[in-house]
């Protein structure tokens, strides 16, 4: 689903705007300007394996967002590494509703503002600077 950017980024900024991410990446089948919008909640697991996934092909065989993790470095002694654990947790929002918008109209309506993640155990912040 596309909407306007102007509709995308007011959601985005309201005060009750629900945990999201946006993603600008080259899809097969989408313009390379796209910005994916993923609103959901976000939750906490201890292993990657603890992620939930439904099973099976999309009814409509369409592409489908399940999940976003956010993957802390300490996951690589799921492999059998030796890690220093700083507490970082697994993050993984759930799309509930994905949409997107075209990204130079999206930047363009984003204010230069610190922005960040809040999990229950930890919270990051970092400066977002606007493409020129």
Avoid: N, Y
Wanted: with cysteine; hydrophobic share 35%; charged share 25%.
């Amino acid at each position: 689903m596309h909407h306007t950017a102007e509709a995308v980024v007011a959601r985005l900024l309201a005060d009750d705007a629900p945990p999201f991410a946006l993603l600008h990446r080259r899809t097969p089948g989408r313009a390379p300007d796209t910005v994916e919008v993923l609103l959901g909640p976000v939750g906490e697991v201890e292993r990657l394996t603890d992620i939930p996934l439904p099973t099976g092909a999309p009814k409509d065989g369409a592409p489908v967002a399940d999940a976003l993790a956010l993957v802390p470095f300490r996951q690589i002694r799921e492999r059998g590494f030796e890690v220093r654990d700083d507490g970082t947790p697994l993050a993984v929002l759930r799309p509930g509703r994905v949409t997107s918008c075209r990204s130079p109209r999206c930047w363009r309506r984003c204010p230069r503002t610190k922005c960040g993640s809040r999990t229950a155990s930890s919270t990051w912040t970092t400066t977002r600077t606007r493409p020129s």
